[in-house]
T-cell receptor, first 109, second 118 residues
């Protein structure tokens, strides 16, 4: 079956760095997405990786290793507004998005 | 841009009635739209994929006759929850892909509709 694993919840301190991991097993691979979702709102796109390596976009970076079925989202200089759920999703061979359960990130002052 | 709107943003209905949710792509033509359901503290669950002018493709376990999807134009898809029951109470989110962009597989999400069935 298809499976996406990410931690349920993480806590970090304002100004610090946090890494949210995602491991996946899917039928085929056409890229991995990270979305941010604030409570009661729809997800917003953060990043897309289809090749191995690190993609940096401001305070957020996303890494992918296809051979290991592994990705992480790195958030630097954490701000209180970064408190949200972070969803990892993999596009399978049928171009369907398979979603992880999300990681709730709590930022403390 | 790629803006998707949903209407209504929240709705309360009585058990046994039907509710229609609209999803519109405001500044692009969406040949494919997706309908998701999300229960509290859970991830998105794809209900169906809707292609303009054809029947929706439903995911396993989703009742076609209960969740009616219509994608009659390139900018509008509707989801009708028929004979709603309290267990249908959930956050319904639509998304669309924009074939006009270079990367066509990114999904743009609407703001969601919170349905409460009493």
């Amino acid at each position: 079956g298809q499976n996406i694993d990410q931690p349920t919840e993480m806590t970090a301190t304002e100004g610090a760095i946090v890494q949210i991991n995602c491991t996946y097993q899917t039928s085929g691979f056409n890229g991995l997405f990270w979305y941010q979702q604030h409570a009661g709102e729809a997800p917003t796109f953060l990043s897309y990786n289809v090749l191995d390596g690190l993609e940096e976009k401001g305070r957020f970076s996303s890494f992918l290793s296809r051979s290991k079925g592994y990705s992480y989202l790195l958030l630097k200089e954490l701000q209180m507004k970064d408190s949200a759920s972070y969803l990892c999703a993999v596009m399978d061979s049928n171009y369907q998005l398979i979603w992880g359960a999300g990681t709730k990130l709590i930022i403390k002052p | 841009g790629a803006v998707v709107s949903q209407h209504p943003s929240w709705v309360i209905c009585k058990s046994g009635t039907s509710v229609k949710i609209e999803c519109r792509s405001l500044d692009f033509q969406a040949t494919t739209m997706f309908w998701y359901r999300q229960f509290p503290k859970q991830s998105l669950m794809l209900m169906a994929t809707s292609n303009e002018g054809s029947k929706a493709t439903y995911e396993q376990g989703v009742e076609k006759d209960k969740f009616l999807i219509n994608h009659a134009s390139l900018t509008l898809s509707t989801l009708t929850v028929t004979s709603a029951h309290p267990e249908d109470s959930s956050f319904y989110i639509c998304s669309a892909t924009n074939p006009g962009l270079a990367f066509t597989y990114e999904q743009y999400f609407g703001p969601g509709t919170r349905l409460t069935v009493t």
